[in-house]
């Protein structure tokens, strides 16, 4: 027996870094749906126009006396049911997302006393669209330093709380839904691997929800104004989307010598069709890597990517090679590259 050779693999094993792999994802979207044809009879649209501009054919809607936790803990009954964990036995839980349930506590406050988390704390991230990519980040920071073994990292939004069913400019655009995936330390060497993550403040004049804040507290002026809807002005925000979210996934690819070839699946935020396409063109990408639920979901913010990853598990296999994009308010953008964990 070599004790040297022994001794020397150790010590690299101690050193090498530990890293997070998402080991079980669980998705909900509500029951009810609102389709292109529901919309032509609440403003001034047509099915063709939201098809061809964004991808999207029906949206899921949250029952109004539900909020955004309740999407959560769906999410995250399924994933312990699926990782045959019990809820005791997780450390953190970070909610992505622009529509918490109240201003404070945070949604995931709630969400880790409904499931019975007992020993998790638990916080919200609010990066828009990036939330999940953002929230994945932080997550596996925890794994990877040793502090924590189980996290939960959920991306969630009932958009249908702040979108106005009277402008067409957004209520065709966006839907409710949510997904979580459990982070735990990887076996091997799959897990998550590389992230680039982006803000400019410049996003704010056109991507926002003025009221509610410290700045606008709601009053009948911000009622009567309609502050406290989404307000979006898409065509600026498009010419963002379609360079930055492009240029990331392109900066991600080269910094870790991946190729069109190498990269598995794109899970891309799914905010148009167009966006996407141009960010598969961008990474030279087969069509058939590129993952797309938008025509079922519309734009569910901080939900897309995670409800891709629940769509799609079954496709996934140990060790492929993934992309995670994404542009959102704020400016907020980003990309993450992992290794999936395990097959399903
Ligand atoms: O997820 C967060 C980040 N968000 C995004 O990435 C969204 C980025 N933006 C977009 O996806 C697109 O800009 C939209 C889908 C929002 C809009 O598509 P567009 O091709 O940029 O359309 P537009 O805003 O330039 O509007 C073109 C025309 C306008 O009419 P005129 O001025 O040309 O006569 C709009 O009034 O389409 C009109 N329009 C509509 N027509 C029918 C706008 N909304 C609608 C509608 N139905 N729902």
């Given at each position: 027996m070599n004790f040297q050779f022994l001794k020397l693999q150790r010590i690299e094993a101690k050193n090498k870094p530990m890293r997070a792999a998402i080991t079980a994802v669980g998705g909900y979207v509500p029951e009810k749906i609102l389709t292109n044809q529901d919309l032509e009879k609440m403003v001034d649209t047509s099915d063709e126009w939201i098809r061809t501009r964004t991808g999207i054919v029906e949206r899921r809607i949250l029952e109004e006396?539900?909020?955004?936790s309740d999407l959560c803990i769906k999410a995250i009954e399924k994933l312990l049911d699926k990782r045959g964990?019990?809820?005791?036995?997780?450390?953190l839980v970070i909610v992505a997302t622009?529509?918490?349930?109240?201003?404070?506590?945070?949604t995931a406050n709630i969400v880790t006393h409904k499931i019975g988390a007992t020993k998790a704390w638990g916080f919200d991230m609010s990066a828009a669209c990036s939330g999940f990519l953002y929230a994945l980040d932080t997550g596996s920071k925890f794994i990877e330093s040793g502090k924590h073994q189980k996290v939960i990292v959920c991306g969630a939004d009932k958009m249908s709380s702040i979108?106005?069913?009277?402008?067409?400019n957004t209520c065709v655009i966006f839907g409710d839904g949510g997904a979580a995936v459990l982070l735990e330390p990887s076996?091997?060497?799959?897990?998550?691997i590389d992230s680039v993550l982006k803000s400019d403040g410049v996003g704010i004049d056109y991507l926002n929800l003025k009221a509610g804040g410290s700045k606008h507290p709601s009053s009948h002026e911000t009622i009567d104004n309609d502050m406290h809807y989404l307000y979006q002005e898409g065509k600026t925000v498009f010419k963002f989307a379609v360079t930055n979210m492009a240029e990331v996934s392109r900066e991600i690819m080269d910094r870790n010598n991946l190729t069109g070839d190498s990269v598995d699946y794109l899970c891309a935020h799914q905010a148009n069709l167009r966006i996407i396409d141009a960010t598969a063109r961008r990474m030279e990408l087969?069509?058939?890597?590129v993952l797309i639920n938008i025509s079922k979901y519309g734009n569910t913010t901080a939900g897309t990517i995670p409800l891709l990853f629940s769509d799609f598990e079954s496709k996934f296999k140990k060790g492929d090679n993934i992309v995670l994009a994404a542009f959102g308010g704020g400016f907020t953008w980003g990309a993450i590259y992992l290794k999936w964990s395990y097959n399903s």
């Amino acid at each position: 027996m070599n004790f040297q050779f022994l001794k020397l693999q150790r010590i690299e094993a101690k050193n090498k870094p530990m890293r997070a792999a998402i080991t079980a994802v669980g998705g909900y979207v509500p029951e009810k749906i609102l389709t292109n044809q529901d919309l032509e009879k609440m403003v001034d649209t047509s099915d063709e126009w939201i098809r061809t501009r964004t991808g999207i054919v029906e949206r899921r809607i949250l029952e109004e006396d539900k909020a955004t936790s309740d999407l959560c803990i769906k999410a995250i009954e399924k994933l312990l049911d699926k990782r045959g964990i019990s809820a005791e036995e997780i450390d953190l839980v970070i909610v992505a997302t622009v529509t918490p349930d109240h201003a404070f506590p945070s949604t995931a406050n709630i969400v880790t006393h409904k499931i019975g988390a007992t020993k998790a704390w638990g916080f919200d991230m609010s990066a828009a669209c990036s939330g999940f990519l953002y929230a994945l980040d932080t997550g596996s920071k925890f794994i990877e330093s040793g502090k924590h073994q189980k996290v939960i990292v959920c991306g969630a939004d009932k958009m249908s709380s702040i979108v106005n069913y009277k402008d067409r400019n957004t209520c065709v655009i966006f839907g409710d839904g949510g997904a979580a995936v459990l982070l735990e330390p990887s076996q091997d060497e799959n897990g998550i691997i590389d992230s680039v993550l982006k803000s400019d403040g410049v996003g704010i004049d056109y991507l926002n929800l003025k009221a509610g804040g410290s700045k606008h507290p709601s009053s009948h002026e911000t009622i009567d104004n309609d502050m406290h809807y989404l307000y979006q002005e898409g065509k600026t925000v498009f010419k963002f989307a379609v360079t930055n979210m492009a240029e990331v996934s392109r900066e991600i690819m080269d910094r870790n010598n991946l190729t069109g070839d190498s990269v598995d699946y794109l899970c891309a935020h799914q905010a148009n069709l167009r966006i996407i396409d141009a960010t598969a063109r961008r990474m030279e990408l087969d069509e058939k890597k590129v993952l797309i639920n938008i025509s079922k979901y519309g734009n569910t913010t901080a939900g897309t990517i995670p409800l891709l990853f629940s769509d799609f598990e079954s496709k996934f296999k140990k060790g492929d090679n993934i992309v995670l994009a994404a542009f959102g308010g704020g400016f907020t953008w980003g990309a993450i590259y992992l290794k999936w964990s395990y097959n399903s």
